[in-house]
Each structure stands twice: as C-alpha cells, then as structure tokens.
C-alpha cells in the first residue's frame, strides 16, 4: 500500500525551532532594553561621546536582525521565501554600514581636535547618513534585481533524501545569494580593517577598539558560516544560518555594547567628561 512520506522542514513546534525562536526573541528583546538604556541617559558623556543617533540606528537594526532569523523557522510559504534572504541581507548591511560609518566618525573625531584641523566641517549627521545610504543602496539593488528576475519560491524537494519530502525555499540564483552575502562580507572587511588601523586612537576615542572586536567575531562567524552551510541538507541547513544571523547579532551586541551599559548602569563615576578627557590625557602622554 500507500505510505505518505514525512515532510521535513524546521518547525516552530519541534525542540530546535522551539529554542532558536526562544532565543531570537530573548535577544531582540535584550537589544531593546540596551536601547531603552541609552535613550534614558542620552545625556550623559559616554553616550554623546558615541554618537548617539547612529548608536540609536545600530541597536533598532540589530533587533531586526534577531527578529529576521524568525523568517527562516515554519513552514515556507511564497512571502516568506521571498523575505527572508532578502531582508537578512539589507538590515545586516544596515547594521555593518552603521558599524562603518561610526569608525569614519572616530578618526573625524580625533583629527579635528588637532590645532589647525579642517576636519570638524566633516562632524555632524550628514557624513554617517550619506555612508549608511549608499551602502544599503547597493545591498538593495542586488535583492531588488533577485526578486524581479528569478524570485525565491516554496518547494518540495524529494531528492535530497530518501523516504523524506523536504520542505523549503528554492532560492532560484544561488549566485545572487553569494552575492548578497560578499557583499555584506565585503563591507564588513572593510570595516574591520578601518577599525583596526584606528584601534590606537586615544581612550577617550577607543569606539574603534570595540568596533575592532564585533566585526572579528561577526567575520569568524560568517567564514565558519559558509562550510557548515555547505555540508548540511534540509532543516539543519536553515538551522546553520539561523544560528549564523543569532551568532554574529549578539557578537556586535555584546562586545560594542555591554561594556557601554556596564560604565552607564554601574560605573556613573566614569560617565563623566571630565573621566574621558583625563583618559585622552593620559593616553596622549603615554605616548
């Protein structure tokens, strides 16, 4: 007789895709609390110090980030297999063009406190805004070009193993999808590199230091990402890159963040101008 096969994807109702969604949503949730910090004390020296509107920017795309990996997990559906590369790829440049345009804004920083500089004609919004913009610009072209010539569509795939029907979203090009992530991975390289040239800058200044530490964890993330995709099948598949999205969000939350909140919540003391000029002082006479 007839025995229907098992139909294999990643469930919200099976252990893994309970956790993972557990997870997602305590982080994205923990993300919010950090920026509710922020916002609170939006006055104080450390957070004026950090340039407050992209550091507002960074965290509400991180949330998003964490809230994105919820695409992956259920049963595919044509609006999801649509969304869910798609805005994964355009909020994480959001946040590494965030991440990028805030180490510009360091070295803008320290050069115009030298004598004579031109460089505080460049402080301001407008710099950061016109680098997040065009970064994400590119990200979008690719996905809009995705999406218009060959879209991502549910299918049932009963090649892959034996007895089993998997369930899952047929990316149509996988060449733009390596597209998508190169480029992401492009700018994040890039932003690494800034940061780690810029990692010397005095205390007062020492954003690029943790910016430096995010991006080498977001970027081991994501090179250990691309053998582990590559080697899986079916729902462990997408379970890899959900763990790949939640891996390097709480990297740059943790290593760029938690530090900020530790000073901001425990340490008032440090939270002061008078603190980061004595460090900058310091520093300038170490050196």
Known sequence: MCLPKDVEFLSYLEPLGVALT??????????LCVLCIFIKYKDTAIVKANNSDLTYCLLVSLSLSFLCSL?????PKRLT???????????FVVCVSCIFAKTL????????????????????????AVVIVICTCMQIFICVFWILHCPP???????????????????????????????????ACISFIVAFLARNLPDSFNEAKWITFS?????????????????????????????????SSAGILSCFFFPKCYIILFRPDLNTRESLLCKSTTQNTKT
């Open 153 to 187: 569509f549910p299918e049932k795939n009963l090649k892959i193993k034996a007895g089993v029907i998997i369930f899952q979203c047929n990316e149509c090009l996988d060449v733009l999808l390596w597209a998508m992530l190169g480029y992401m991975g492009l700018l």
């Open 22 to 31: 557990s997870i997602v949503i305590f982080c994205s949730f923990t993300t």
């Open 71 to 75: 695409l992956f997990i259920g049963e």
């Open 105 to 128: 804004m360091v070295i803008i920083a320290f050069r115009a406190t030298k004598p004579g500089s031109n460089m505080r004609k460049w402080l301001g919004p407008k710099i950061p």
């Open 215 to 247: 991006m080498l964890i977001f970027l081991s993330v994501w090179i250990s990402f691309v053998p582990a995709y590559l080697s899986t099948q079916g729902k462990l598949m997408v379970a890899v890159e959900v763990f790949g999205i939640i891996s």
């Open 81 to 91: 297999c649509l969304l869910r590369q798609t805005a994964f790829g355009v909020i």
